[in-house]
């Protein structure tokens, strides 16, 4: 039977039910929950700074109201941080690499910025469509060209995302193939690509958490136009 590459990318099922559910709701029954105590244990005290310095660093530009965004954007930071490092374990299904799931979150965030600038501040997120000073015969292309800018937004958020974790698990499984293949041939060459793979899984934990945080960032950046 030929090895399909893309196979790892299949939602699994069983008995013909999609495990994708499972796999979604799994990151949050890892994080430990808050006790009544009145000193909290270390990993809660590791995990509320860790929040603390991701909260402050992502909500120090933007103005006032765009605070009451914080629970949003850091609980999908988390989510999406959780989901990608699960999906580099052995055996296991990574939901961020399928465009539907990752569209499916950057759409509705997305189209929630435009429409509360747009009921905010309607003149002011209306004057992103048309620079200042643009000269007359130019403002009919300009204003189609950044109306297609800002629609092409969550589908640059969706296929990032998805495009950066298939690369990386892609490659994962090429080089772990290679080193599986070359190991009663050459085993030299094999112990190299062995020392290969493992640098290769550990630029892949930093893509893991760079790409949920730049998501994010890049959702924190919209909402910043529009309050």
Request: glycine fraction near 4%.
């Amino acid at each position: 039977m030929a090895l399909n590459f893309f196979d790892q990318f299949m939602s699994p099922t069983y008995l013909g039910i999609p495990l994708i559910a499972l796999a979604l709701t799994l990151p949050w029954i890892l994080y430990p929950t808050h006790s009544t105590r009145w000193l909290n244990n270390r990993l809660l005290t590791l995990q509320n700074w860790l929040i603390g310095q991701f909260t402050k660093q992502l909500f120090t530009p933007l103005n006032v109201p765009g605070h009451k965004w914080a629970t949003v954007l850091i609980s999908l930071m988390i989510f999406l941080i959780t989901l990608n490092m699960l999906g580099l374990l052995p055996y296991t299904f990574t939901p961020t690499t399928q465009l539907s799931l990752n569209m499916g979150l950057a759409v509705p965030l997305w189209l929630a910025t435009v429409l509360l600038g747009m009921l905010t501040q309607p003149t002011h997120s209306l004057g992103h469509l048309l620079p200042e000073g643009t000269p007359t015969p130019l403002i009919p292309i300009l204003i189609i060209i950044e109306t297609i800018s800002l629609f092409i937004r969550p589908l640059a958020l969706g296929v990032r995302l998805t495009a950066n974790l298939t690369a990386g698990h892609l490659l994962i499984q090429l080089i772990a193939t290679a080193a599986f293949v070359l190991m009663p041939v050459m085993t030299s060459v094999a112990i190299l690509t062995t020392a290969l793979l493992f640098l290769l899984t550990l630029l892949e934990v930093a893509v893991a958490m760079i790409q949920a945080y730049v998501f994010v960032l890049l959702l924190s950046l919209y909402l910043q136009e529009n309050i």
